[in-house]
């Protein structure tokens, strides 16, 4: 195809030509703003390269279409998936094709043929579940399963652990249907017939068969580079297998037909301790004649990064050693894996080793590997990690000896990371510590040094990720000048305009060019959050963000709740990944330009619930919460601020105004018009009701009454109340009753809307054998953890109220009291934003440390709780998202488990997430995630009672579906009146 290059606009009008022809000829997404391109100018790499355009084409017809536009216009194409790509493979500065958001349909499954024909954009597992019923499965496996894409796992020649048993994506690619630049489309499968449908393509391969015998092809993991031995007469001239790994340089994917495999029936575990890393590498090939399904490797470093993270304490413990080779064995079935991964084991060299069929217990020492793994963008030691050189392969014999000259390498340089990796293929995974904040120096010299280690020992520079921006240049390391140039003449028979994917494999970009994090400005907390995990810096905070994606994967029904906006919408803009590319650019200043008050910013922020799931799920550990909380604080800072910060933002003021309204503020409720005028004012929407008034709030109430006369925040003394010392500081050693010493801390909305919750805690507390004080409410109190102040970035005014509920609680703390928490949010509040917001305060951390859940502490004093009747057993429970992200629900799971009750869980937030689903413009999403989780689990379960300790939650379900939801004390206290009625206590 013939460019006319003799008049040359420039790359701007270019890209404004293509633009405009797109938006005639196209039905589907063409973007251009800069909240898109900053969307798409980052995957899972450490490079950022701003792109002219994003189509999401919605069929095969709209993607040639969109070629042939950016091809007529000299304009050059980027094909991305899933957006996970960690060598740079899917950003690109031309037009960026997303083909994951639509072209996504698995097009058909032949059981029989053990064969799939998929789109590029179908996600791996929505395959191995459609696949799964025929007893059926893709072979390759990443561990980026939920969220990358066939297309993106055929571009990079993708793997997994079981790689080793089932081969790379290009031993299970029968045909492709492939797009070429200009506008050809090419069905291509394996033999001669395809070859001579390419021109020139048969004379290439004869001119090149030596290179082709002799440098590709090694070894199975010699992944860099174009994967060419395929075309090889004795490989049957494959180009389909060619085209595999080329990394969109060569073409667009628009459908495959790949292989299925029989899902192995009961696999065996077997897990072999070695005294380290190169230990357990150099037993490898001792261990391959056994013929495993996956033979993994883990570091002792990265089983304690496993351990120290939430949930670790559950982590089974391991054989002895200070590195591990985790390996699957099959059979036919239980008994013959297991005795063959007994043989296997006999011939190994290890330590100690343990053999577990399959099951639970096998299951959770496979969740060590697959925890590790997201885990490991940090250091042992915290430090933030980055890929780069986190893919590459040696043959399986020379792994032991490769690994001591790496660690060498890196301890000469001052640089750490976490192995692990599929020992069993001879390839590494290791994220590394490289200061990129100061530059790329460092970079550059590690990586071309770590090039010339891996061609020492025969080696390839990518294993399964491909070359992309990150390696391509150091290919001259790896292979001859004949082999550069027989990748080039390749990659002209098909691309001769040089329109894909430019930078990458072939006319590479240098390695240092475009990264991401050298380009930050940097940013500093000030008088808002602390970001103390980062060291106080911003640009840290938001660069935690890698690109892995976690949270464009609907993990709910594996406990997660992360990212319940980009679930309801699907729009990447709508997930934390999408969020914090906004927030990089925004520091980086490409096209967010305005700082914090950019629109971009406040547009990628709008639809966060301030969940806090990313908190807890996102590997990297991303507090988009925390990040939006701050863009509004220094938006807003000194301005006037939108309607709801000052309603909604500041509802426990409101609430106490309206306490003595009550019958008044309730009945102007049930009048439609009135509830829609009031709603409106608040700038809440029209479609929500005004929450139920209760005729008095708790602080109203005799039992308050009783422990809140004081009014000076002082901790009680001993006839009602703790003794003071001579210096006015209350003692621990005078308690009227010998129970665990508690405070229960009413928080605003249990005090005004809920305030039977905390009378029912103080009957299971006492129950419980606690000696209970109360702290709330009351005039001169008013304990509040500033929760709707921090979720409208009011961070000024939420320190204050912070700084006040400190004071009131810490003589409390000191005198060894345990405050106990009734609402979720507002425990989460305390036991993490509290050291946030209050770094400097001397006392933060003891009342954060001090703060419990009720289910905590009934865990805590090994308390057993009262079964509850046969017939309230069945319950559908939905945890708070703060609940889950800072707390953990464990404890309350451990009670609900010793009452007898059978559980279902409604994992994922419930929508409305405080005032996120009271404000206007967030109804629909709000609604959408509750139809989506809860609302639908409670469809299918009519039967079972609702349990939800979140305001909000019971708050949401009452409104959309008019349903009930009680508080854990308020199951329990039912159970213990029940029990004294029947003279059983």
Not at 428 to 446: C, Q
Not at 675 to 699: E, I, Q
Not at 925 to 947: D, N
Request: aromatic share 4%; glycine share 10%; charged share 25%.
């Amino acid at each position: 195809m013939h460019v006319d290059t003799a008049v040359r606009d420039s790359p701007r009008d270019v890209a404004h030509q293509a633009v405009r022809e797109l938006e005639r000829e196209l039905r589907g997404e063409v973007h251009t703003s800069t909240l898109r391109r900053a969307l798409y100018s980052s995957d899972a790499s450490n490079y950022r390269v701003i792109p002219e355009v994003v189509v999401c084409p919605l069929d095969e017809a709209e993607v040639v279409a969109a070629v042939r536009i950016a091809a007529r216009h000299g304009l050059p194409v980027t094909p991305r998936g899933g957006g996970t790509s960690i060598a740079g493979n899917a950003v690109g500065p031309g037009l960026v094709l997303d083909v994951g958001k639509h072209l996504n349909r698995i097009v058909s499954i032949d059981a029989p043929a053990r064969s799939a024909v998929v789109q590029p954009g179908v996600v791996l597992t929505d395959l191995q579940a459609a696949a799964a019923p025929h007893g059926l499965r893709f072979g390759p496996d990443p561990s980026s399963a939920s969220r990358c894409t066939l297309g993106g796992m055929i571009g990079n020649n993708a793997c997994g652990p079981h790689g080793l048993a089932y081969g790379r994506t290009a031993d299970n690619v029968r045909r492709l249907r492939w797009l070429l630049p200009d506008g050809r489309i090419l069905d291509v499968v394996k033999g001669q017939d395809t070859v001579d449908r390419v021109p020139g393509l048969e004379a290439f391969i004869q001119r090149h068969l030596e290179v082709l015998r002799t440098e590709l092809g090694r070894f199975d993991r010699q992944i860099s580079g174009y994967s060419l031995e395929h075309l090889l007469p004795e490989n049957g001239r494959d180009l389909a297998a060619a085209l595999v790994g080329t990394e969109g340089t060569c073409g667009v994917l628009l459908e495959a037909e790949v292989d299925l495999v029989p899902r192995a029936p009961a696999p065996a575990l077997a897990v072999i301790g070695y005294p380290d890393m190169p230990a357990a590498a150099d037993d490898v090939p001792s261990l391959l004649p056994h013929r495993p399904l996956a033979l993994e490797g883990l570091s002792g470093e990265m089983v304690e990064v496993v351990r120290r993270s939430p949930g670790g304490d559950d982590v089974p413990q391991l054989p002895a050693g200070g590195g591990w080779l985790m390996v699957e064995v099959g059979g036919a079935d239980t008994a013959e894996a297991v005795a063959a991964a007994e043989a296997m084991v006999r011939a190994a060299h290890g330590l100690e080793a343990v053999v577990l069929p399959s099951g639970p217990e096998a299951a959770r020492l496979w969740q060590i590997r697959a925890d590790g793994s997201g885990l490991a963008v940090r250091t042992a030691t915290g430090a933030h990690a980055w890929p780069g050189w986190e893919d590459a392969a040696v043959p399986p014999e020379h792994l032991g000896s490769y690994l001591r000259h790496l660690k060498e390498l890196m301890d000469d340089r001052g640089l750490s990371g976490l192995a692990y990796g599929h020992f069993g293929d001879g390839c590494i995974h290791m994220r590394i510590d490289f200061p990129f904040a100061s530059g790329s120096s460092e970079f550059r010299d590690f990586m071309e040094a770590a090039a010339q280690l891996v061609a020492r020992y025969g080696g390839s520079l990518a294993g399964e990720h491909g070359d992309g921006r990150a390696r391509s240049e150091l290919l001259p390391v790896m292979y001859s000048p004949e082999a550069l140039a027989a990748f080039a003449e390749f990659k002209a028979l098909l691309d001769p305009g040089g329109l894909m994917n430019p930078g990458v494999l072939v006319a590479p970009d240098p390695i240092d060019a475009a990264l991401r994090r050298p380009a930050s400005a940097e940013q500093r907390a000030s008088d808002g959050f602390a970001f103390a995990d980062d060291d106080g810096s911003v640009a840290d905070a938001v660069h935690r963000c890698v690109g892995i994606g976690k949270c464009r994967a609907d993990l709910r029904e594996q406990g997660t709740f992360m990212c319940p906006s980009y679930l309801a919408t699907g729009d990447d803009r709508d997930s934390t990944r999408g969020r914090a590319r906004v927030l990089q650019e925004m520091l980086n200043g490409g096209v967010v330009t305005l700082g914090w008050e950019s629109p971009e910013v406040h547009e990628a922020l709008d639809l966060c619930l301030s969940c806090k799931a990313c908190a807890s799920d996102c590997p990297t550990g991303v507090d988009m919460a925390t990040y939006k909380s701050e863009a509004l604080h220094r938006t807003y800072r000194g301005r006037v601020r939108p309607l709801a910060h000052y309603t909604l933002g500041r509802l426990p003021f409101w609430l106490r105004l309206a306490a003595p309204l009550a019958p008044l503020v309730n009945a102007a409720g049930r009048v439609p018009v009135l509830r829609r005028a009031m709603m409106t004012l608040m700038g809440a929407d029209s479609r929500r009701s005004l929450p139920l008034l209760p005729r008095a709030p708790f602080r109203w109430s005799s039992a308050a009454r009783a422990d809140l006369e004081h009014d000076d925040g002082r901790a009680p003394s001993a006839a009602g109340h703790l003794s003071e010392d001579e210096a006015g500081h209350p003692r621990a050693d005078v308690v009227p009753r010998a129970g665990r010493p508690v405070v229960l801390w009413v928080d605003s909305f249990s005090d005004a809307l809920s305030p039977e919750i905390p009378a029912d805690a103080l009957t299971v507390l006492d129950a419980a054998g606690c000696e209970v004080q109360v702290v709330g409410q009351s005039t001169g109190e008013q304990a509040c953890c500033g929760l709707t102040l921090i979720s409208t970035g009011q961070l000024t005014a939420a320190k204050e109220k912070l700084r006040r509920t400190v004071e009131i609680l810490l003589p409390h703390v000191r005198a060894g009291r345990t405050v106990v928490g009734l609402e979720p949010s507002c425990t989460a509040t305390l036991r993490s934003d509290l050291v946030e917001l209050l770094p400097e305060h001397p006392g933060a951390r003891e009342v954060a440390s001090a703060v419990r859940t009720v289910a905590e502490l009934l865990t805590e004093l090994d308390w057993t709780p009262p079964r509850v009747a046969d017939a309230d057993r069945r319950m559908l429970v939905q945890p708070h998202c703060h609940h889950h992200a800072v707390m953990g629900y464990s404890a309350d799971e451990a009670i609900l488990d010793a009452m007898g009750c059978d559980v279902e869980t409604s994992n994922g937030c419930c929508g409305l997430a405080g005032n996120f689903g009271m404000e206007q413009g967030h109804y629909e999403v709000s609604e959408t995630i509750a139809r989506q989780g809860i609302l639908a689990k409670a469809e299918a379960a009519p039967e079972r009672a609702l349990l939800a300790d979140g305001f909000s939650c019971r708050t949401q379900v009452k409104d959309l579906a008019g349903l009930d939801g009680r508080h854990l004390v308020q199951v329990i206290a039912a159970a213990l009146r029940r029990d004294r009625f029947e003279g059983r206590d």
